[in-house]
């Protein structure tokens, strides 16, 4: 169980490092660059190589951890179980593909790696939501299963707005759209670690005193 909460820590740690990255990436681009407008992708672009591609870096390792610390818990014996922890997997694919691949420059005709950028990170955005929804209805995170269910609905429902504003919307607030999502479906990764990572501190408190007891 410690080493379970140790990855929960360390899937923390990530995220808040790759938060961390993200703003200073925003900070680091060219000013006429307009966040409402533009999605972070046409941010990381005029960097490459630079820290927001480090950050979704960072992110997905940060979910391996907190991947293997939901393996260490025990493994998934429901079939609901296996897809979320796939989707997982989907969700770490499409945010390094993403970070290696670049979009186009805004602006700019979409080329075939900027159709792989945009896939892969269509494939994220909505494997991680279904894999929160699906973690919530296991026992060792009964108690985060309502926020983690109403994080869900919120990065559904960003998600439908940011497609909406990709095509009918002609990407009006696009850029905003896409940060929300992002924010709402970290809060899902943070909310299973920390809610893992409580769980295990708890378990191992209550442990440790009941076998000294057996022994006295």
């Not at 939501?129 to 296991?138: D, N, T, Y």
């Not at 609905?153 to 919307?169: E, V």
């Given at each position: 169980m410690p080493v379970t909460r140790s990855t929960g820590l360390l899937a923390l740690g990530g995220i808040a490092l790759a938060a961390l990255l993200t703003v200073i990436g925003h900070l680091e681009v060219n000013d006429d660059l307009n966040p409402w407008a533009l999605t972070i992708s046409d941010f990381a672009v005029s960097d490459r190589?630079?820290?927001?591609?480090?950050?979704?870096?960072?992110?997905a390792l940060a979910t391996v951890a907190l991947l293997y610390g939901l393996r260490r818990a025990g493994p998934?014996?429901?079939?609901?179980?296996?897809?979320?922890?796939?989707?997982?997997?989907?969700?770490?694919?499409?945010?390094?593909?993403a970070a290696v691949v670049p979009t186009n420059e805004p602006g700019t005709a979409m080329t075939t790696a900027a159709y792989l950028h945009r896939y892969a990170s269509v494939v994220a955005f909505l494997a991680l939501?279904?894999?929160?929804?699906?973690?919530?209805?296991?026992p060792t995170l009964a108690p985060?299963?309502?926020?983690?269910?109403?994080?869900?609905?919120?990065?559904?429902?960003?998600?439908?707005?940011?497609?909406?504003?990709?095509?009918?919307?002609?990407r009006m607030l696009i850029g905003l759209a896409?940060?929300?999502?992002?924010?709402?479906?970290?809060?899902?990764?943070?909310?299973?670690?920390?809610?893992?990572?409580?769980?295990?501190?708890?378990?191992?408190?209550?442990?440790?005193?009941?076998?000294?007891g057996l022994t006295a």
């Open positions: 190589g630079g820290v927001i591609d480090v950050a979704m870096v960072v992110l998934p014996r429901s079939r609901s179980g296996r897809t979320a922890e796939l989707l997982l997997g989907a969700w770490v694919g499409g945010l390094l593909l939501p279904v894999s929160g929804w699906l973690l919530a209805r296991r985060a299963t309502r926020t983690l269910r109403i994080l869900v609905l919120l990065s559904l429902a960003l998600a439908a707005a940011m497609i909406w504003s990709a095509y009918p919307g002609d896409e940060r929300l999502l992002i924010v709402a479906e970290v809060a899902v990764l943070a909310t299973v670690a920390i809610t893992q990572t409580r769980a295990t501190a708890v378990d191992h408190a209550v442990v440790v005193p009941h076998k000294r």
